[in-house]
């Protein structure tokens, strides 16, 4: 149904004069009922004022049982108009009346919003059968376009993030198939194609901590898995720093090229195409430039990242220098744990953590693990 759609509704008409009576029997009666359906517009029609009902029999009769001995009114039918202002504040208010009610509890709790496009996981639908399953998430897409008003494009996620560019698997449920979007976070502005490159929003206030940490004028930052430049971008946005960005898919390439100029940051950032086990070799120019040099190095490759720390260490000025080390650690204790891989990593290559400057839990990863990061200080023993 579109915003201007007629839909079938019940109203409770009732006489002008009694109208505000009802509102206020609403008020103190059913303070917890939403009864009246707010998408749908009242009606005025000579004497009467017509309340749009929502689709739920039980509340219905609970509100006849209510007022019925204090208020003349009449339960109809008719076509209900679809108030082009009204806003949906939750995908559960889009929804009422388009779906059975024990579909309700499996309709996700959460869903992404990157730009114009939404992305969803419909991970308890596997009871049902194809033909709901496919009625019902197109019904959730177009709800989720109805409260967000600027989505235009709504996907399903088919697979978890994986491979060696990050990528996970998407499949158009409402809207035209056309993965790039704009997306805008802290300030900044992010190009990117959800299908080809990696990029969640879900990190936005990790980000934001990143670039709001002390840097020292002209701080040397190695950023070696930069995607399309969310952490670099917003770095440089907020610091006098300069930025290497380093990804090893093109199309991510492709696109932090275009963010920063979008971010006006050229010069700030260099952005290479380019796995970062690379920069060992001794013919690499950045690698030779780089070497023993780098004051700080993120590390956002959660699943990967600690078999990256002898990069860290061939770039890191061996004086001392922070590493921000993002890894999915195992429950109980995470955090200790992701600080000892790290420890042991770094003690094998003559390396050793002076100081643990932050630890937290980002985010849930899985039931049996999280997502944690470390800034640590470390330095080479002389
Ligand atoms: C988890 S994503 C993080 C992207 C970005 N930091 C962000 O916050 O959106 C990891 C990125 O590392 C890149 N990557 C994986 N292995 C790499 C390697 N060996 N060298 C350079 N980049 C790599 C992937 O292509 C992917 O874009």
């Known amino acids: 149904m579109n915003r201007t759609e007629n839909k079938k509704t019940q109203f409770l008409k009732i006489e002008k004069e009694s109208a505000e009576k009802l509102l206020r029997l609403l008020k103190t009666k059913l303070p917890d009922e939403n009864i009246l359906d707010k998408r749908i517009i009242t009606m005025h029609i000579g004497h009467y004022v017509l309340f749009p009902l929502i689709n739920d029999e039980k509340k219905v009769n609970r509100l006849i049982e209510c007022i019925g001995n204090e208020l003349t009114f009449e339960i109809i039918n008719a076509k209900g108009k679809l108030d082009p202002n009204h806003k949906f504040r939750s995908l559960e208010e889009a929804l009422e009346g388009e779906l059975p009610e024990d579909i309700i509890d499996l309709i996700p709790k959460s869903y992404d919003v990157i730009g114009k496009i939404a992305i969803i996981e419909f991970d308890r639908f596997n009871s049902l059968s194809v033909d709901k399953t496919s009625l019902y998430k197109k ?11 600027k989505v235009e494009t709504v996907y399903e ?17 409402f809207g035209v198939d056309n993965p790039e979007t704009f997306h805008k976070e802290n300030h900044c502005i992010f190009k990117l194609d959800v299908k080809n490159t990696y990029f969640t929003p879900r990190l936005v206030f990790e980000r934001k901590r990143l ?60 952005a290479y195409s380019m796995d970062v086990v690379d920069l060992k070799n001794s013919s690499n120019e950045v690698g030779i430039n780089l070497k023993n040099r780098v004051d700080r190095i993120i590390m956002n490759l959660p699943e990967q990242s600690i078999n990256y720390v002898d990069i860290a260490c061939f770039l890191m000025k061996k004086t001392g220098g922070i590493l921000d080390l993002y890894q999915f650690c195992e429950k109980p204790n995470p955090i200790e744990k992701g600080i000892e891989n790290l420890r042991t990593k770094l003690n094998r290559m003559g390396w050793y953590i002076e100081e643990i400057i932050n630890s937290k839990i980002v985010k849930p990863f899985s039931p049996k693990s999280d997502l944690i990061v470390a800034d640590v200080k470390i330095k080479y023993i002389m």
């Not at 959730?140 to 008003?149: D, G, Q, R, S």
């Not at 920063?260 to 050229?266: C, D, G």
């Open 157 to 173: 996620k088919k697979s978890e993030v994986k491979g060696k560019y990050r990528l996970k698997e998407l499949r158009p449920i």
């Open 211 to 270: 670039s709001l940490l002390k840097f020292a004028q002209n701080e040397l930052i190695v950023d070696m898995f930069a995607g399309v430049g969310p952490i670099s971008i917003q770095i440089a946005k907020n610091n006098d720093v300069k930025i290497y960005s380093f990804d090893i898919n093109p199309t991510a390439h492709k696109y932090i090229i275009e963010n920063i100029k979008l971010n006006k940051l050229k010069g700030k950032i260099l």
């Open 139 to 149: 019904k959730v897409a177009k709800a989720i376009v109805k409260v967000n008003k």
